[in-house]
T-cell receptor, first 116, second 110 residues
């Protein structure tokens, strides 16, 4: 099956600093990737769609200046949480669809961000 | 957009029991996946099943698109089956976004 990796798996940062999370499709190319946020004991909430070579598309209510997304290549998307605050603490998960005629999505293992 | 409802929200089973998890949609869907989120947060693909029935070991899934529901069957449950089970819908385009149900939290007791 397809493999999606995320790095780091866990990060603790101080309030006001920025944190970058990487999402990589290891054995397939992904022109589109998705970033989700999950609160404890809650479902996944789509934050944005990352598009290779163009701007990301953000869901309503998600601050694009707070959550910077860059899709630099067909296998890498990055999410940067800028000027992080404790309320940004969460579990962030990326996904990528196989594409073509296969629509299954594969998810990364997630990144747990704690802002102190 | 399409609404996704999962039931039951919580399920506690004794090891060896069978269970059925349900996913209802507010409209017909053309892409549906079932996932298991393990205790470490990893979402594991169980089935991609826009219609019909699939089986994989002790797990099977059935989607009746015209009646807007999908079922996940777990037979002879094991403690390792514990976790949260999500169904998710997304449209047919690469730029489509997934809509997740709220999940079913399954606890299998030894």
């Amino acid at each position: 099956g397809a493999v999606v990796s995320q790095h780091p798996s866990r990060v603790i940062c101080k309030s006001g600093t920025s944190v970058k999370i990487e999402c990589r499709s290891l054995d397939f190319q992904a022109t589109t990737m998705f970033w989700y946020r999950q609160f404890p004991k809650k479902s996944l909430m789509l934050m944005a769609t990352s598009n290779e070579g163009s701007k990301a598309t953000y869901e309503q209510g998600v601050e694009k200046d707070k959550f910077l997304i860059n899709h630099a290549s067909l296998t890498l998307s990055t999410l940067t949480v800028t000027s992080a605050h404790p309320e940004d603490s969460s579990f962030y998960i990326c996904s990528a669809p196989l594409g073509g005629t296969r629509y299954e999505q594969y998810f990364g293992p997630g990144t747990r961000l704690t802002v102190t | 957009g399409i609404q996704v409802e999962q039931s039951p929200p919580d399920l506690i089973l004794q090891e060896g029991a069978n269970s059925t998890l349900r996913c209802n949609f507010s409209d017909s869907v053309n892409n549906l996946q079932w996932f298991h989120q393990n205790p470490w947060g990893q979402l594991i693909n169980l089935f991609y099943i826009p219609s019909g029935t699939k089986q994989n070991g002790r797990l099977s899934a059935t989607t009746v698109a015209t009646e807007r529901y999908s079922l996940l069957y777990i037979s002879s449950s094991q403690t390792t089956d514990s976790g949260v089970y999500f169904c998710a819908y997304y449209p047919n385009t690469n730029a489509g976004k997934s809509t997740f149900g709220d999940g079913t939290t399954l606890t299998v007791k030894p």
